[in-house]
């Protein structure tokens, strides 16, 4: 059967954009020159989590991972897979979640934002692109994380997707009191999904704490590692003690390896939930979400 060809304005517009991002052939014809050996490329970016199955590619739905994938392949023309530094569940947002590719591209970094960001949906954005040392990857050299909830005592139209809105009083005086036991080395075993359970519990807390602003209640908090749905139950447990169903000692006596999932409490859902940076050392780019824009040019 006869391929059907583009429409004259469809193939007009695609190689306006490679003409835009320098490449200057049109896919089918010469490849996009690249280098005998590949690069490490790190991209730094931010997205809505709302219409995502998460970040891993599925079966079905959309995810962060399938769409950064779709427009790397099309923008360097060569097939690559992009690496995350942990996956979000679905409905969870991100302002500096990273991951890295390997590539033979030679284009420079300027136009890899440039083309990248032309080829996503509008609910995914790359902020930053480097190219790093080859033994750099999103996940394995990350030093920590910071997650951010944020729950409403009201309801708001526009923050629908990224707030929990809970109506019952909520007491920040017990909360911030709980999140006093959330420092240095602790076991998490009470605050994780339960299947399929970690390699460890343990994770270090370098920062937790609860304020207030407005209308919400925001919660952040900076470890080394982070067990699955462990943002969200703690979350949750927290608004136990907010709402005086749990003291903040009992909460302090759910971090020991003697309690179980069953003891901690709901899940919260993963709408408040945003990933705020990832830690790196600065040989790999530092911080995410930092200007990490790099000058190597190939």
Same mark, same amino acid.
């Given at each position: 059967? $006869?391929?059907? $060809?583009?429409?004259?304005?469809?193939?007009?517009?695609?190689?306006?954009?490679?003409?835009?991002?320098? @490449?200057?052939?049109?896919?089918?014809?010469?490849?996009?020159?690249?280098?005998?050996?590949?690069?490490?490329?790190?991209?730094?970016?931010? %997205?809505?989590?709302?219409?995502?199955?998460?970040?891993? #590619?599925?079966?079905?739905?959309?995810?962060?991972?399938?769409?950064?994938?779709?427009?790397?392949?099309?923008?360097?023309?060569?097939?690559?897979?992009?690496?995350?530094?942990? $996956?979000?569940?679905?409905?969870t947002h991100a302002l500096g979640q990273v991951a890295h590719?390997?590539?033979?591209?030679?284009?420079?970094?300027?136009?890899?934002?440039?083309?990248?960001?032309?080829? &996503?949906?509008?609910?995914?954005? #790359?902020?930053?692109?480097?190219?790093?040392?080859?033994?750099?990857?999103?996940?394995?050299?990350?030093?920590?994380?910071? %997650?951010?909830?944020? @729950?409403?005592?009201?309801?708001?139209?526009?923050?629908?997707?990224?707030?929990?809105?809970?109506? +019952?009083?909520?007491?920040?005086?017990?909360?911030?009191?709980?999140?006093?036991?959330?420092?240095?080395?602790?076991?998490?075993?009470?605050?994780?999904?339960?299947?399929?359970?970690?390699?460890?519990?343990?994770?270090?807390?370098?920062?937790?704490?609860?304020?207030?602003?407005?209308?919400?209640?925001?919660?952040?908090?900076?470890?080394?590692?982070?067990?699955?749905?462990?943002?969200?139950?703690?979350?949750?447990?927290?608004?136990?003690?907010? &709402?005086? +169903?749990?003291?903040?000692?009992?909460?302090?006596?759910?971090?020991?390896?003697?309690?179980?999932?069953?003891?901690?409490?709901?899940?919260?859902?993963?709408?408040?939930?945003?990933?705020? %940076?990832?830690?790196y050392p600065s040989s790999f780019g530092g911080r995410s979400?930092?200007?990490?824009?790099?000058?190597?040019?190939?």
């Open positions: 059967m $006869r391929h059907r $060809r583009q429409p004259r304005r469809l193939r007009l517009h695609w190689r306006l954009f490679y003409h835009v991002v320098g @490449i200057a052939a049109w896919p089918g014809s010469v490849a996009v020159t690249t280098s005998p050996g590949k690069r490490t490329l790190r991209l730094d970016l931010e %997205y809505d989590g709302t219409d995502f199955v998460g970040w891993q #590619v599925q079966a079905r739905g959309r995810s962060v991972q399938g769409e950064l994938q779709r427009a790397l392949r099309t923008l360097l023309q060569e097939e690559v897979t992009p690496h995350g530094s942990g $996956r979000t569940d679905a409905g590719c390997h590539t033979g591209s030679t284009l420079p970094v300027e136009r890899l934002l440039t083309g990248v960001n032309a080829l &996503l949906p509008p609910d995914v954005a #790359v902020s930053n692109v480097c190219w790093v040392d080859d033994d750099f990857h999103a996940r394995y050299s990350a030093r920590g994380k910071r %997650y951010r909830y944020r @729950i409403s005592s009201a309801h708001s139209p526009l923050d629908r997707h990224r707030v929990w809105t809970m109506f +019952r009083p909520l007491d920040l005086e017990r909360m911030t009191a709980a999140a006093g036991f959330l420092t240095g080395a602790l076991d998490f075993r009470a605050f994780c999904k339960a299947l399929p359970p970690p390699d460890h519990f343990e994770c270090r807390i370098d920062d937790a704490s609860w304020r207030r602003q407005g209308r919400e209640f925001i919660f952040e908090v900076e470890a080394n590692r982070f067990l699955r749905h462990m943002v969200r139950i703690l979350v949750g447990t927290f608004v136990q003690v907010g &709402l005086g +169903r749990m003291s903040p000692a009992d909460f302090g006596q759910l971090l020991t390896p003697a309690s179980g999932r069953n003891h901690g409490g709901q899940t919260a859902p993963s709408r408040g939930l945003c990933l705020l %940076y990832v830690n979400g930092a200007s990490v824009l790099a000058t190597g040019a190939p």
